[in-house]
C-alpha cells in the first residue's frame, strides 16, 4: 500500500487498520474492542487490551536475544562524556529503580513528576514508572519553580524525581533548589523527593544531612528488580502540560495501548527506520517529541537513541549535530526548524558541516513550529538529504501531517507539512463548520476519532478537554491552527488562531505571561502578543499601560516586567521586551486589539479595524513602538 491507499484504508476500514497495527505489539491480553465509540462520548482505542510500555520498550527485546545492542547513547558535549547503555544493562537500571519506587510505596493508580536534565537517569524514571503503571509527568527543566508548584498541584504527585542541577551550555541550573523551592508554593506535598546527585557538576546533595531526599543512585543500586505491572491499554502513561489559551496549563492525558501502537507504526511507516538502526529526536525529554521520540518510539521499536544534552550551537559550536550523527551512524533525525537555523547563522556556508561523513543520515524530520523556505533550501544544499517537515502537537503525540518515507518515495511541498497521516481525517473548515474548497484558509480540524494514541482528555478537567477541543465543532477535533489544503491534498499550517505562540519550537501561553505581567503592581492593563523573530520563529514582547498616578520611571518597569516573566514561567519564555504606553487600541466594547498591536509590532501593513474605539490611540502607539525598536530591537 502507498501512503495514500494507506490513509484511506485507515479512515474507510477504521478497526481492520488498526487491529493490524495492534498486532505489530506484545500485549498481556489482546484487546478484542478495537474502537469503542457510540456517536456520543469521546472515542477510545483498544479499551480491553493489557500491556506495560515498559516491557515494549525494554524487556522484550532482552528477551528476543537483543540484550547486546545499545539502547541509549548519551552525548553531553556540555560535560564531554559520552555513554552508552546496552538493552541489558537499561533492563537492569530500570527495574531496579522501579523496584525503589515500589520500596518507597509508589504503585499503579499512582503519579510522580519527573523534573530532570537529559541524562540517561531521567528516561530510567520515566520506564520505572511506565513499568510499575505509575503514570509520570515531566516537567521542562527551563520552566521556573512557580510553574512547577502549577503542575504539582494539579497532578498531585506521591514522588518528584529529579537531579542536583543540570547544564545549560555553561550555566548550571538548579534543578534540586527549584524543586524545593516549588514544594514551598505548592499546597500538595509530595511524600518524597528521590534525586540524583551530578557529582560532575558539583553542588553535592547533601543526603546525610536532609532527611526530605531520597538518594536516586542508591535507591538503583540497593533495590531488588520489580517487575512489570500489566496495565489496561487506557491507563494514563503519562500526564504531559501544555500551554492553552488560559493562563493554566493543561495536563494532556496520554494512555498505554495506543500510544505503543501508534509509536510502533510511526517509527515504520513515518520515520522509515528499521530496528537495530541509531534514532535521534534532538529534544528535550520535556516536550512531547522527546517524551515520542527521544524515548518511546524508538526504545519500542527497538532502536538506539540518543539522550543529547546541548544545543545546536555553543556546545561547542555549530557543527556539533553532525558530529554527534557521523559518530553515532543517525540514520535519521528529527529536530525543530529554529535549531537548524540557528546553525545556519552560525555557519553560512555549511563550512562544518564538510568535516563530517554524514552518509549515515537518510532523512531528516522537522516539526514543532513552520519551516520557513529559506532554511529548508539552505539545509537541503548543505547537508544534501530531503529534509521533511511534519505537523502535531503535544495533544496527538504524533503526527498528524507528514509524508511517508518508511512507505513510498516522498515529494516534498516546500512551506507544505505534508498530508494526512493514517488515523487523521483532516479537514479545513470555515468559521461555520463547512468544509472549505482547496486554497481557501481556514480551520485545521480532524474528524473523530482521532488515531490511536492521540490524548485521552486532560488531566483533572474533562469540561476544559470537551469546551477546548470538542465543542467549536461536534464531532470534530479543534486543533486550535489554521489551515489550507491544495489540489494534491497537501496541507500548509498558517499559524495558531488562539493566543498560544511557538518560541523556538516551544508552546507557550501569551495569557499566562499577560496574568504575570498584569500582577506587577504598578500595571493597570496589558497585553502580550508573540512578534515575528529570525531565530525563535516568534518572541513574546509585552505591552503595558500603568495604573494612573503611577511614578515608576518606565525603563525601571519595563525591565521588572521581562524579569518578573522569566521568574514566574521561566527562562524558556525568551521574554525580552517590554514597552509601557499610556493607552491600548481597544474595540468600542472593550477588547484590547492584539492583531493590530502585532501586526504594527512586526511593522507590517495593516488596516484600521472598523470595530476602534479612537484611532489616535493608533498613531500615538506607533511612536511609542518606534522609539522602543530603535533602541532596543
Ligand atoms: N533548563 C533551564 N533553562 C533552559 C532550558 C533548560 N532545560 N532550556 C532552555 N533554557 C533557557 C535557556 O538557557 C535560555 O536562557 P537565557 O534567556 O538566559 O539565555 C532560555 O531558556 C531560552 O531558551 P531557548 O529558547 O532554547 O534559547 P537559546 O538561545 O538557549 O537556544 C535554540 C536557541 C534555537 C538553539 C534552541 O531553542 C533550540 O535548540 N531549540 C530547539 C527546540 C526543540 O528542540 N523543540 C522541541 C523539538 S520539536
Ligand atoms: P506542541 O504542542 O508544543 O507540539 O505545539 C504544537 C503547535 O506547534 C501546533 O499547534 C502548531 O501551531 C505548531 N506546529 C507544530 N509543528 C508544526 C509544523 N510542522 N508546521 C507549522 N506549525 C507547527
New binding site residues.
Given amino acids: 500500500m502507498n501512503a495514500n491507499e494507506m490513509f484511506k484504508e485507515s479512515i474507510a476500514h477504521k478497526e481492520k487498520f488498526w487491529a493490524e497495527q495492534a498486532d505489530k505489539i506484545e500485549w498481556f491480553k489482546k484487546p478484542t474492542l478495537i474502537l469503542t465509540d457510540d456517536g456520543e462520548t469521546y472515542p477510545t482505542w483498544f479499551a480491553d487490551g493489557e500491556l506495560n510500555t515498559c516491557f515494549l520498550a525494554v524487556d522484550k527485546h532482552v528477551n528476543d536475544g537483543f540484550g547486546d545492542q545499545t539502547a541509549i547513547i548519551y552525548d553531553s558535549p556540555v560535560t564531554n562524556r559520552i555513554f552508552k547503555y546496552t538493552y541489558s544493562q537499561f533492563l537492569e537500571h530500570v527495574s531496579k529503580f522501579a523496584g525503589g519506587l515500589k520500596k518507597l510505596g509508589l504503585k499503579k493508580g499512582d503519579t510522580a513528576i519527573i523534573y530532570m536534565?537529559m541524562i540517561p537517569e531521567s528516561v530510567f524514571a520515566m520506564l520505572a514508572c511506565a513499568r510499575l503503571g505509575v503514570t509520570h509527568s515531566v516537567v521542562?527543566?527551563?520552566f521556573a519553580p512557580q510553574e512547577l508548584a502549577i503542575r504539582i498541584d494539579d497532578c498531585n504527585p506521591k514522588a518528584i524525581i529529579t537531579a542536583s542541577s543540570?547544564m545549560?551550555?555553561s550555566?548550571r541550573?538548579p534543578y534540586l533548589p527549584f524543586v524545593k523551592e516549588a514544594i514551598t508554593m505548592s499546597e500538595h506535598q509530595p511524600e518524597h523527593i528521590v534525586a540524583f546527585d551530578r557529582k560532575l557538576l558539583g553542588n553535592r546533595v547533601d543526603f546525610k544531612n536532609d532527611s526530605s531526599l531520597v538518594d536516586f543512585e542508591k535507591l538503583m543500586t540497593e533495590s531488588e528488580p520489580a517487575d512489570c505491572v500489566p496495565v489496561e491499554s487506557m491507563h494514563p502513561l503519562y500526564i504531559l502540560y501544555t500551554s492553552g489559551t488560559t493562563g493554566k496549563p493543561k495536563g494532556v492525558v496520554r494512555d498505554n495501548g495506543g500510544h505503543a501502537v501508534a509509536m510502533k507504526f510511526s517509527m515504520k511507516n513515518i520515520y522509515g527506520v528499521k530496528e537495530g538502526e541509531t534514532f535521534w529526536?534532538?529534544?528535550?525529554i520535556?516536550?512531547a517529541?522527546?517524551h515520542s521520540y527521544s524515548v518511546y518510539g524508538p526504545l519500542i521499536n527497538r532502536n538506539t537513541t540518543i539522550i543529547f544534552e546541548g544545543?545546536?550551537?555553543g556546545t561547542p559550536d555549530a557543527g556539533t549535530f553532525w558530529r554527534v550523527i557521523e559518530e553515532h551512524k543517525v540514520v535519521a533525525m528529527?529536530?525543530?526548524p529554529?535549531?537548524i537555523?540557528?546553525i545556519k547563522k552560525e555557519d553560512p556556508e555549511g563550512q562544518l558541516i564538510k568535516k563530517y561523513d554524514l552518509s549515515s543520515l537518510r532523512t531528516q524530520f522537522l516539526?514543532?513550529e513552520r519551516c520557513d523556505v529559506a532554511t529548508l533550501d539552505w539545509f537541503e544544499e548543505f547537508v544534501g538529504v530531503p529534509a521533511i517537515d511534519h505537523w502535531w502537537q503535544t495533544e496527538s503525540g504524533w503526527a498528524m501531517l507528514g509524508l511517508m518515507p518508511g512507505v513510498e518515495d516522498v515529494k516534498i511541498k516546500r512551506a507544505s507539512a505534508g498530508k494526512p497521516i493514517p488515523g487523521y481525517d483532516i479537514k479545513i473548515f470555515s468559521e461555520e463548520g463547512y468544509e472549505l474548497e482547496s486554497h481557501h484558509e481556514g480551520y485545521l480540524v480532524i474528524k473523530l476519532p482521532l488515531a490511536p494514541g492521540a490524548m485521552m482528555g486532560i488531566w483533572g478537567d474533562p469540561e476544559r478537554f470537551k469546551f477546548g477541543y470538542l465543542a467549536k465543532f461536534p464531532g470534530y477535533y479543534f486543533s486550535g491552527d489554521g489551515a489550507i489544503k491544495d489540489e494534491d491534498g497537501y496541507v500548509f499550517v498558517t499559524g495558531r488562531v488562539d493566543d498560544v505562540i511557538n518560541?523556538?519550537?516551544?508552546r507557550l501561553s501569551t495569557a499566562e505571561m499577560e496574568e504575570v505581567v498584569a500582577a506587577h503592581k504598578e500595571v493597570a492593563e496589558c497585553c502580550v502578543v508573540g512578534i515575528d523573530d529570525d531565530?525563535?520563529g516568534q518572541i513574546p514582547f509585552a505591552i503595558a499601560v500603568l495604573k494612573s498616578g503611577s511614578q515608576a520611571d518606565e525603563k525601571i518597569l519595563e525591565k521588572e516586567l521581562v524579569d518578573l516573566v522569566r521568574e514566574k514561567i521561566?527562562?524558556?519564555a525568551?521574554m525580552k521586551n517590554a514597552l509601557v504606553v499610556n493607552r491600548l487600541p481597544k474595540t468600542r466594547s472593550g477588547k484590547i486589539l492584539r492583531k493590530l498591536i502585532r501586526t504594527m509590532l512586526d511593522a507590517k501593513e495593516y488596516q484600521m479595524p472598523s470595530t476602534i474605539d479612537d484611532e489616535s490611540v493608533v498613531e500615538e502607539l506607533q511612536l511609542k513602538m518606534d522609539e522602543y525598536k530603535k533602541k532596543y530591537l
Fill in positions: 536534565p521542562f527543566g527551563g543540570g545549560e551550555v550555566r541550573i529526536a534532538a529534544s528535550d520535556g516536550w517529541v522527546g544545543k545546536p550551537v528529527f529536530t525543530a529554529t535549531a537555523r540557528a516539526a514543532g518560541v523556538a519550537g516551544h531565530l525563535k521561566g527562562p524558556v525568551s
